[in-house]
């Protein structure tokens, strides 16, 4: 699918769920809970992001090596090689993305800003709705209804 990531930006909105790399994992757990997200970009003072916080972090990172959530700040436990995406990287090369490296967030950088985050869930979403309408327009071309469609 060609579809350039703006178009999904453009319906699902630019905003994006950050956290200070300084504050504690305690923080971020609650926000995450609270926004029902998986992840949190991690941005300095100028909102560039430095790293991502997701729940893996929080499971491997965390849970697993038995840290103290109230007393680490966000900035030790992150990923800090963090992959991201230009507005007109296509819906197939994020899901290209999203399998080769194992990961689930993109931010979507747009000379040098940050333009918004697309999740898997947000492709898979997009990409059902396009399997959705192509079935409808199908169905109505085999039914010699073109005008069904619309």
Excluded at 40 to 50: A, F, G, H, S, Y
Excluded at 61 to 70: F, K
Aim: glycine share 6%.
């Amino acid at each position: 699918m060609s579809t350039p990531l703006s178009l999904l930006l453009a319906h699902k909105g630019a905003q994006v769920a950050m956290i200070s790399p300084e504050e504690s994992v305690a923080v971020a757990v609650h926000l995450m809970n609270e926004l029902h997200i998986g992840a949190l970009l991690v941005t300095d003072d100028e909102r560039r992001p430095v790293g991502i916080f997701t729940e893996r972090d929080l499971l491997r990172r965390v849970v697993g090596e038995g840290i103290d959530l109230m007393a680490t700040p966000v900035g030790k436990v992150m990923t800090t090689e963090v992959a991201t995406v230009s507005p007109a990287t296509s819906v197939d090369e994020a899901m290209r993305l999203f399998m080769e490296r194992r990961i689930r967030h993109l931010p979507v950088m747009e000379d040098g800003r940050l333009a918004g985050l697309i999740s898997i869930g947000d492709v898979n979403r997009w990409q059902l709705t396009e399997r959705e309408q192509e079935a409808r327009h199908l169905r109505c071309y085999i039914q010699g209804d073109p005008a069904c469609a619309e």
